[in-house]
């Protein structure tokens, strides 16, 4: 099934299962890529990795693979996972573990080096890190690394990606510190959908939280003298149930603006104009994996393969298939009006052919305004 899948849109996105590791495919121009989960059961069909010459995958090391890593394992790792796929497959990156701090610098440096034993060290090796490693993010120019990992274990990692030049994998959820305090962040300052300044930081200015958690993240890393080290944003989404703001509409917009932005470069207001290697977590819904709800449904496919969401992988609006018409008898009038609103303004909305003169003024009426202004929003 998977296998199938990934075939079947390999320009868009790819899973590819290898062993004991998982590929996540890159196109190489649209730097937006799908993050795997825990949901394992799916991954049991190869797929011929031929098919994919003209991708450019980045591997992650199992976190069961990463707790067994020394010099010598690695060298075995590289020689059985990798020498038999390369150059047939650009592999370009290696993230070792996701989310465990404890000795991973020195995982990495193992890898890295297995890597260069075999003269593939054009090849990048790095491990992503939670938000928690912030002990400090607002304002952004405040960013810091919690005090009892920043010298210990941040500072050698951040050192070892100068060295090697790899990139810092940053897992960043806006999702999570709006869902924690509605009331004083708004949706859709999470949701890339203000166009006008929500935080102004000294000279600098944000309209999106993303942006804000990226620059604290960038200025963390140059407290540390690191502030030249790229950045990616190694996982990133919103749930589509289980939690507060959690559906599909608020995910289908989340990560329709996300394509746009990261194919567009973007960036963010310290590294303008660049383009951020950006991982949409996630690619199915793990329905077996335990916790809170929304762990369960943060992903653009159900476990069977059918879509929770449509969202375009590279960055182009979709025609409208199909027109909605407002039905003004189930529905106030000064709702709908605030509705109309709402669309042409902050929600910018294309209204102007509904302006006096323009060709779709008439019929003159408030639900046909509101149904063609809605339309285009």
């Known amino acids: ?23 996540r495919c890159q196109h190489t121009r649209p730097m937006l890529l799908i993050a795997t989960g825990s949901n394992r059961r799916l991954l049991e069909k190869p797929v ?22 020394s010099q010598t394992n690695s060298d075995n790792w590289v020689e059985q996972k990798i020498i038999p796929y390369y150059p047939a497959t650009q592999i370009t990156t290696l993230a070792v573990g996701n989310e465990v701090l404890l000795h991973t610098s020195i995982k990495s ?3 890295h080096s297995a890597l260069v034993r075999k003269h593939l060290n054009q090849a990048q090796v790095t491990s992503p890190v939670a938000s928690d490693v912030l002990g ?4 952004p120019s ?6 009892d990992i920043a010298t210990s274990i941040i500072k050698p990692m951040l050192s070892f990606l100068s060295r090697t030049n790899s990139v810092f994998f940053a897992n960043i959820y806006p999702y999570f510190p709006w869902a924690s305090n509605p009331q004083q962040i708004s949706l859709e300052y999470a949701l890339f959908g203000n166009s006008t300044v929500v935080v102004t930081d000294g000279s600098t200015q944000y309209t999106s939280l993303m942006d804000a958690m990226v620059d ?8 540390l003298g690191y502030g030249d080290v790229d950045i990616a944003i190694s996982e990133t989404g919103w749930p589509t149930q289980g939690g507060t703001g959690a559906n599909v509409e608020n995910a289908t917009l989340y990560n329709k603006r996300l394509v746009l932005r990261a194919t567009a470069g973007i960036g963010t207001p310290l590294r303008p104009n660049s383009t951020i290697p950006t991982f949409i977590f996630d690619l199915f819904n793990e329905d077996q994996k335990p916790g809170a709800p929304t762990e369960r449904n943060w992903g653009v496919l159900y476990p069977n393969g059918s879509s929770v969401y449509a969202i375009d992988f590279i960055g182009q609006q979709s025609p409208v298939k199909q027109w909605c018409v407002v039905n003004s008898d189930a529905i106030d009038g000064k709702l709908l009006q605030s509705g109309l609103d709402y669309g042409c303004g902050v929600g910018k909305a294309d209204c102007q052919a509904i302006l006096p003169g323009a060709s779709c003024y008439d019929p003159n009426t408030l639900s046909a ?9």
């Open 369 to 377: 305004h509101a149904s063609y202004a809605f339309n285009s929003y």
């Open 1 to 23: 099934m998977v296998a199938g899948l990934a075939r079947q849109t390999v320009k868009q996105f790819c899973l590819v299962p290898l062993s004991t590791i998982l590929i």
């Open 136 to 139: 400090s993010s607002y304002p």
């Open 216 to 223: 604290a993240t960038i200025v963390a890393m140059k407290n």
């Open 109 to 111: 440096v193992w890898v």
């Open 48 to 69: 011929n990795l031929v098919e994919l010459q003209t991708l450019q995958p980045l591997i992650q090391v199992s976190c069961r693979s990463c707790t067994a890593i």
């Open 142 to 147: 405040s960013g810091k690394f919690r005090d």
